[in-house]
């Protein structure tokens, strides 16, 4: 009776023969084929190196095993990859998406779109859609509210043990570290937006940051840490939080100028966003204030927002980097079997009018 790694090999064999597995497609994990085949991990290796050694498969630590390519490396990937980002056309959006689809294109794959609206069961419903698509090769995905546990881990788990690549975009969970990210340095933003300010001379610096992502949670991590290390007072009366859900509420002139009355004393704002900043810099004119004169008004993005503004903004920006772009990149680079780490893009700042 033959071995039983080579029983294990001549089964994977015959369905590769019978066009069971994409050449874009890992084949199944070292774990699922044990299970499969009640053997160990050991007979598990052994049978894929007899493939590996035949020219069937490449194998990769960390990448798993995938069928040989027999075309030109440099050849368009003709990938089928998904995108799942918090929303498609609001504020900065159109622009990350912009970026990713031009590195997609020239590798004839055009991406499949969903938008989360940030809610984690929009998620669940996109993440099973996945799930159930055959071809997929690979998923950008900017988590929804990634400054909170998510309930949704077991389906990004699923979509692992069936070889989806997986790259995240501006935040990232915990449990799935091993997944590679591409990040703003958003506490060294918040860190940079406050040594701004305390060099044109402010010192009660007041900050709007938003709580349930983790972009907020960092630009504030960085914010305080300056405060702190500049020796500047830091308040809780002079920190104001919002969440996805409250995110319309800035929309009202008496909201926002419920939370002006609350930094009382201090002559300067840190806002989570452009789309924030705007409405500060709005409201703060009709009260009849100066900007910068008697408030000066800092941002993260460098959107249009800053420009469209009564007062331009002062905002950081990442420069001529794309995040989706940078995003893309990387996801190719996984599908064609590279090792990859994840990418933290520093934050410029773009000083205007506001301070």
Same mark, same amino acid.
């Given at each position: ?7 294990? %090999? ?45 020219? =069937? ?17 440099? %050849? ?23 970026? #990713? ?28 859609? =996945?799930?159930? #698509?055959?071809?997929? @090769? ?15 881990? @077991? ?28 990040? %703003? ?115 993260? @993005? ?13 905002? =950081? ?13 990387? #996801? ?24």
């Amino acid at each position: 009776m033959a071995p039983k790694y080579q029983s294990v %090999a001549s089964s994977l064999r015959q369905e590769i023969e019978n066009g069971q597995y994409s050449s874009r497609q890992l084949l199944p994990t070292e774990q699922l084929l044990c299970q499969r085949f009640q053997i160990s991990r050991q007979t598990v290796r052994r049978a894929l190196a007899v493939l590996e050694n035949e020219g =069937l498969i490449t194998r990769r630590q960390g990448s798993g095993s995938r069928l040989r390519e027999h075309k030109d490396p440099a %050849a368009p990937l003709h990938c089928t990859i998904a995108v799942v980002t918090t929303y498609i056309s609001d504020y900065i959006f159109p622009r990350l998406l912009q970026g #990713m689809e031009g590195v997609l294109a020239a590798n004839s794959s055009a991406p499949l779109l969903f938008a989360t609206q940030n809610q984690i069961a929009i998620e669940r419903k996109n993440l099973q859609a =996945l799930l159930t #698509m055959r071809d997929l @090769d690979g998923v950008l995905v900017e988590g929804s509210k990634t400054a909170l546990p998510n309930p949704n881990l @077991d389906l990004y788990q699923r979509l692992m043990e069936r070889g989806v690549r997986l790259v995240f975009l501006n935040g990232t969970y915990p449990e799935l570290f091993q997944i590679p990210s591409v990040l %703003a340095d958003d506490s060294g933003g918040g860190r940079l937006l406050v040594e701004h300010l305390h060099s044109r001379g402010h010192q009660n610096i007041a900050g709007i940051f938003k709580s349930d992502d983790m972009q907020g949670t960092q630009r504030y991590a960085g914010y305080a840490r300056a405060l702190r290390e500049l020796g500047l007072p830091l308040e809780d009366s002079q920190i104001f939080w919002y969440n996805t859900q409250s995110r319309t509420a800035f929309l009202s002139e008496s909201f926002v100028d419920q939370v002006l009355d609350s930094f009382q004393g201090c002559s300067a704002i840190v806002c989570y966003n452009d789309e924030i900043a705007i409405r500060v810099v709005s409201q703060l004119k009709k009260r009849g204030a100066a900007v910068p004169g008697d408030v000066a008004v800092v941002s993260f @993005d460098d959107s249009q927002y800053s420009e469209l503004a009564p007062v331009r903004i002062t905002s =950081l920006s990442h420069g001529e980097q794309n995040l989706g772009e940078l995003a893309a990149k990387l #996801m190719l680079r996984l599908l064609q079997g590279e090792e990859c780490q994840s990418k933290v893009v520093p934050w410029q700042l773009v000083q205007k009018e506001s301070s």
